[in-house]
Each structure stands twice: as C-alpha cells, then as structure tokens.
C-alpha cells in the first residue's frame, strides 16, 4: 500500500518501511500549484535545488541561495497536505562543518515546514550526516552524480563505471551508517543501482539509476516538458507542455493584433439593463 494513501503526512520511518513493499514516487515541485498537483500521487515531493535552472534561469545548481529555497520551500508545504516535503540544502550551506550543517539545516526545516533535508555526498559527508541525524534533523542523501560538484566531476556523467563503482558502493554503506533515511542515486549504471539496492537497508531512489532501485525522483519540469533547454537521456515526457504554452501565447499575441480579443463577452457593458426592459 502506497504511503500516500494515509491520512497523515507521509515521515521518515514511513518512507523507510516502503522499501520492498512498494516502488517510492518522488516528484520535484517549486511552487504551491504544482505541489498541489503532484501531493496526492506521490509519496515524497522534493523540493530541489534544480529550481535554480529550471526557474530561475541559472547555468547551474551552484548560485542557488538559502533564501531562495526557503520561499520555494514555504511554497511547497503550503500546497502537500500528505507526501514528505524534502527539501535541498544548496551548496555552500553543509560543507565547511557539521555545525554549518546543522544551523542551515534546521534553519530550512523550521522556516519552510519541511521535514527532511537532502544533501550532496557520502563518505566525506558521514560525518555530517550523522551530527545531523543525532539532532532530529532526518536526512537524505544523495550520491553518484552530484549535481553540486559538476566542475569537479568535470561534467553531468555517468558515474560508477568501472573502478568508480566500489567508491559509489562505500558511498552509499557510509550514508546509510550514518543515518540516512533514504538515498539519491543519480545517473549510476543500472547493474551498480541494482547491487546497492539490494545491500541496503534503507531505500534508493533513482534518477537515471535504472528501475530495480527501491523509487524514482524526476524534475517534474523535464517530466511535464515545461524545460526544453536540455533532455537527459533518463526523462521521459509525459506531457509536452512547454509546446502547448507555446501556441496558446501565440494564439493569443495573435488575437491581439487582430483586435479579435477581447470580444464583447470578456468586455463589461457602461449600465446594467433596466428593470422590466
């Protein structure tokens, strides 16, 4: 049985409990319609540092702000009522110290109503996941391809071919003995997913990961085809948007310059009609 279908807020130990019962939805969302949206078909809505790309128009995940996630954030809670709301700690807001960890960390939760945080990393990270999760804060992580480290990656690759594979394996055993709930496995080959899925006690959630770990994360954006800048290889489009936005704006402009909009039923009359008339 799907987590959503409680009448509480979906938590932590929920999303924990789903692993081999039932595949974990997980959907982006940025703003309070969309999270309204996908809440009742998911069973976690995350609140991703991708809003910097596919909102605000950023090269990438690097110059988002604690400020900007936190309005985002604040969006979000207002419109999930059940999935989990996780929410990114952006970069430069975990790495220097657990202590840094923690004062964005529970920054974001108690002003935004999030109730997990998602961060970048796992060996090198443990430590900071563990002081966390020792303070109530229920972390998520995220390992493989690191969206946050891509000048270091040197790019958006697949990561964990070949010699890579055992560091993202020790990656994800170090993020779940630190107290992980759950963890992102990102544009990792499919047989390496399948191997840390099955290891693992706690749930992964793929995002170009393949379809044997415990969930899928997509950027609802790319899934909607709202954001065509680019198309990575593991988006499906389940709807094309962008295109129908496209033609009803040009359908529009269009009606404008041909003085065919507004016509007399969007137009409001200079008396009402008199009585009996």
Request: net charge negative.
């Amino acid at each position: 049985m799907s987590a959503t279908s409680s009448a509480r807020a979906v938590l932590p130990p929920d999303i924990r409990a789903m692993k081999g019962v039932a595949p974990i939805v997980v959907l982006t969302a940025y703003t309070t319609p969309v999270a309204r949206l996908v809440d009742p078909h998911c069973d976690v809505v995350l609140v991703g540092d991708s809003l910097g790309m596919v909102l605000h128009g950023l090269p990438s995940t690097l110059g988002v702000t604690m400020e900007m996630m936190i309005l985002h954030g604040r969006a979000v809670v207002r419109g999930a009522s059940k999935a989990m709301v996780v929410i990114d700690m952006p970069f430069g807001s975990y790495e220097e110290s657990p202590q840094q960890a923690f004062r964005n960390a529970s920054r974001l939760m108690a002003e935004t109503g999030a109730v997990a945080v998602k961060l970048e990393g796992g060996v090198h990270m443990a430590e900071t996941i563990a002081f966390l999760t020792a303070r109530s804060v229920p972390v998520m992580a995220h390992i493989g391809l690191t969206p946050q480290s891509v000048n270091t990656l040197g790019g958006y690759k697949v990561v964990g071919r070949a010699d890579e594979a055992e560091k993202v394996m020790e990656d994800a055993r170090a993020a779940q003995a630190a107290g992980a709930f759950s963890v992102v496995l990102e544009k990792v080959p499919e047989g390496l997913a399948a191997r840390i899925s099955q290891q693992l006690d706690i749930p992964t959630i793929g995002i170009g990961a393949g379809v044997h770990c415990d969930g899928q994360v997509l950027v609802v954006d790319d899934m909607l085809g709202l954001f065509t800048e680019f198309r990575p290889k593991f988006v499906k489009r389940y709807a094309e948007l962008g295109r129908t936005a496209d033609e009803a704006i040009a359908a529009y402009a269009a009606d404008v310059r041909a003085r065919q909009f507004p016509a007399p039923e969007h137009a409001f009359a200079d008396s009402l009609p008199k009585a009996g008339g």
